[in-house]
């Protein structure tokens, strides 16, 4: 079938596929395809890059061989509504916490709040969060890891010009932050904390002063987190 700009010499004009027709086309491209129809123009940059279900895909299948990916981004690449749903299982997290454990948590970060209410205190907590993230002083790996949709590229309006271009959708910007991340050479201890670790333990390995009754004080600090262990004899 020919593809022409026009109907008048028998083609098809690609004006008339209508929208839903092209993303669909542009599902079964691969990304360097892809990247060359953003180039083609603003109005199929604004169409491509607000599609959540074509960045979606795009990022599973980048992260198919990968070992880890930052659970903040594999939120955000399921998009808007994965995020909102992310955000209230973490305030009802905060709300589950006792009263005692809350206080705690506003102490260990510095928040000046005289609120006694369980609610006030988890509005508190997330005020604070929100805040941090925001600040200036806030790092890029920071965001990431907390809040990435911050670090998505906003819309751009012209505002002498008939175009508008969008802003990028939460799946297209988990998968640009995922590709600036994977040159990060540290991980925070938050994140070495969210490993299983399948661990052997040897006569003659670095762990051989671990005895048996240490793994549970071990483990109930979170120093290490063990799915499988095998003991030999002498710590058994």
């Given amino acids: 079938d020919k593809m022409a700009s ?19 086309v542009v599902d079964f491209l691969a990304l360097p395809d892809i990247a060359l129809a953003l180039s083609v123009s603003r109005a199929w940059q604004g169409l491509i890059d607000a599609s959540e279900l074509t960045w979606a895909a795009q990022c599973r299948i980048a992260w198919a061989c990968k070992v880890y990916v930052p659970s ?22 905060l709300s589950s916490c006792k009263v005692s454990e809350l206080k705690k948590m506003i102490q260990e970060m510095r928040i000046q709040a005289t609120c ?10 997330l005020e604070a969060e929100k805040e941090r993230a925001e600040s200036p002083e806030a790092t890029h790996t920071s965001k990431l890891l907390t809040r990435p949709w911050l670090l998505c590229k906003p819309a751009i309006k012209a505002s002498g010009n008939e175009w508008e271009m969008t802003g990028e959708s939460y799946p297209k910007a988990a998968l640009r932050l995922s590709l600036v991340d994977s040159k990060r050479t540290c991980v925070t201890e938050e994140e070495l904390t ?6 052997r333990v040897r006569g ?5 002063q671990v005895k048996r009754p240490m793994l549970p004080f ?3 600090w979170g120093l290490i987190q063990l799915s499988r262990i095998s003991l030999p004899r002498w710590c058994r």
């Avoid at 003659?204 to 051989?208: E, I, Y």
């Fill in 6 to 24: 026009s109907p008048d010499d028998g083609g098809v004009s690609i004006s008339t596929i209508g929208n839903d027709a092209l993303l669909v």
């Fill in 72 to 93: 903040s981004l594999k939120v955000l690449s399921e998009g808007r509504a994965a995020v909102a749903r992310a955000e209230e299982e973490h305030r009802a997290a």
């Fill in 116 to 125: 006694v209410e369980k609610k006030d205190l988890v509005d508190a907590i």
């Fill in 194 to 199: 969210e490993f299983e670790f399948s661990i």
């Fill in 204 to 208: 003659d390995g670095v762990l051989h």
């Fill in 218 to 220: 071990l483990m109930r």
